[in-house]
């Protein structure tokens, strides 16, 4: 190594050392979070709640953002990817009462038979929830009675949450897309 190297080494690692330092101590503070949990007192929570996908209208709140060379031959759309922002109220109906949001992807990942990936963030603004968010990834198999989600984390009141989402169709509508899906959420946390 040059002298030149050597000095230009030397130098970014003086200068990088405090920078390193202060996003060190902004990372264990971020950290301290598991202070507040109270270790060994694991709760379980249930969850009832409405999830509204809406793919038709004027302000659809999931939209496809990709698609496969041949999705639209596809008899399940295999390899179509949608983005949603969709609506999670207290009833079905769409007037209901809002108590929060579910953000994420889903796409079309059976060839043979429809099975979405989901990959959801579950935001709750009502109540001692409002902040905590639930996690869901894993598989849908859409056209089943009742589909079994794993919960896979959370954050808020739900730190280190764990369990399963039933979601039952409530309602579908064939021409458009659109559907109403009732949630059963058991989480550990």
Known sequence: MGNIALVVLVLSLVVAAPVAQGKFEEVSQ???WNESLELGKEKMTKL????HDTLSGERPSAVRVAQGPDSEKSPTGFGVLMMADDALTEGPEPTSKLVGRAQGLYGSAGQDSLGLIMAMSFGFTEGVYNGSTLSIFGRNPAMNPVRELPIVGGTGIFQLA?????AKTYWFNATTGDAIVEYNVTVFH
């Open 30 to 32: 971020m950290e301290n």
């Open 162 to 166: 764990r369990g399963t989402a039933l």
């Open 48 to 51: 009832h709640f409405y999830f």
